[in-house]
């Protein structure tokens, strides 16, 4: 069985890994003041052209948004966010569970508008609604769209006007700065938003994710909410081992635009079997409408999710690459969809 089921089934990049053995018998500081993290920091910094920001390394994605997301927000104050927005739909309700309302937005593409952000400022008028307060977007976004930099220089704009907090969850934003239909660099978003994480987990390492904080007035306090989360990682240098090695040179931007060369694969040959999609993506998710008795095929040696049924015959599924995904695979699931015909 192949898995096309997400991007976090393999371990991590073997430099990653090399790295992390190297540096296995060194003493360090703990809790993310080593020597290793002070670096990768410092890399990041330089890759985003930002001195000013604070950067966090925290384990994982959930745990980043709920840490950041109740850091951020007062009591009454609330998150906008899409109706397939992972802090909605796939955290378990870790944001309501700190205290603080999602306001879902229904969306087509996955992606919020000024329109969107217009309307929800319009629907809560007083205090005896909870007072929107931050804008959450996900880049790329659950079903493999992305922002491209006007849309998001709209949301800034609108947030701005408003006095709410934009926040990124990048947990896949390599795959989203890499994609062919990008026209945003990560030091432009860095200078929209307030807050942003760069997603290790999905993006080649063991673990990790870097939390950007842009806006000062969110800086102060953080490693105290982190602490009160329990997302401060003792032996902090794991993390930053890793994202040291992500970013001395491009490898981090070199995995995401594999992972998206091999989904653009997948996508070319599924259309040339004559199929159709659910949205059209171009990140490295893809979500092709396939013949349920194609689908029961294709079980018996690929792992994969069913994301929607269209109708009685058909439904759409998800197929997910990443850095590590063997070409051959995808060539040999492409002959198997065709093999249908």
């Known amino acids: ?3 096309f089921k997400n991007d976090y089934s393999e371990g991590a990049h073997p430099r990653i890994i090399e790295a992390l053995i190297k540096c296995n018998m060194e003493q360090s500081e703990g809790y993310g003041e080593d020597i290793f993290t002070a670096r990768a920091i410092k890399l990041i910094k330089e890759k985003i052209r930002r001195e000013d920001v604070d950067v966090h390394l925290l384990v994982g994605g959930t745990q980043t948004n709920l840490t950041a997301l ?8 609330a998150v906008i966010a899409a109706d397939t927005g992972h802090v909605l739909v796939h955290e378990t309700g870790a944001i309501e569970a700190t205290g603080h309302k999602v306001i879902s937005v229904d969306v087509e593409d996955g992606k919020l508008t000024r329109k969107n952000i217009e309307a929800v400022i319009e629907e809560h008028t007083d205090e005896h609604m909870v007072k929107p307060k931050l804008v959450y977007i996900s880049n790329s976004t659950e079903i493999g769209t992305i922002y491209k930099r006007e849309e998001v220089e709209a949301l800034s704009e609108v947030c701005k006007k ?8 990048g947990a896949r934003l390599g795959s989203a700065l890499c994609s062919n239909e990008n026209n945003m660099k990560i030091y432009e978003l860095a200078q929209l938003v307030d807050a942003f994480y760069i997603g290790g987990t999905k993006g080649g390492a063991l673990i990790g994710e870097a939390l950007v904080i842009c806006r000062d007035t969110l800086k102060k306090d953080f490693r105290y909410h982190i602490k009160q989360k329990g997302a ?3 032996k ?5 081992i ?5 970013f001395k040179d491009n490898l981090y931007f070199d995995l995401a635009t594999h992972a998206n060369n091999m989904a653009q694969i997948l996508k070319k040959g599924i ?8 949205i059209n993506s171009s990140s490295n998710q893809v979500f092709p409408i396939l013949p349920n008795k194609l689908i ?3 079980e018996k040696k690929y792992l994969f999710l069913i994301w929607e049924k269209i109708d009685k015959e058909n439904s759409a599924i998800r197929l997910v690459t990443s850095w590590a995904t063997n070409e051959e695979k995808v060539l040999e699931f492409i002959a198997d969809v065709k093999l249908y015909n």
């Open 242 to 246: 890793q994202f040291e090695e992500l």
């Open 1 to 3: 069985m192949y898995s």
């Open 70 to 77: 109740s850091a951020f927000l007062r009591p009454h104050e």
């Open 232 to 234: 401060l990682l003792a």
């Open 236 to 240: 902090g240098r794991i993390l930053g």
């Open 162 to 169: 408003h006095d709410l907090y934009l926040y990124v969850d």
């Open 296 to 298: 029961n095929s294709l």
């Open 271 to 278: 259309v040339d079997a004559g199929y159709s999609f659910m």
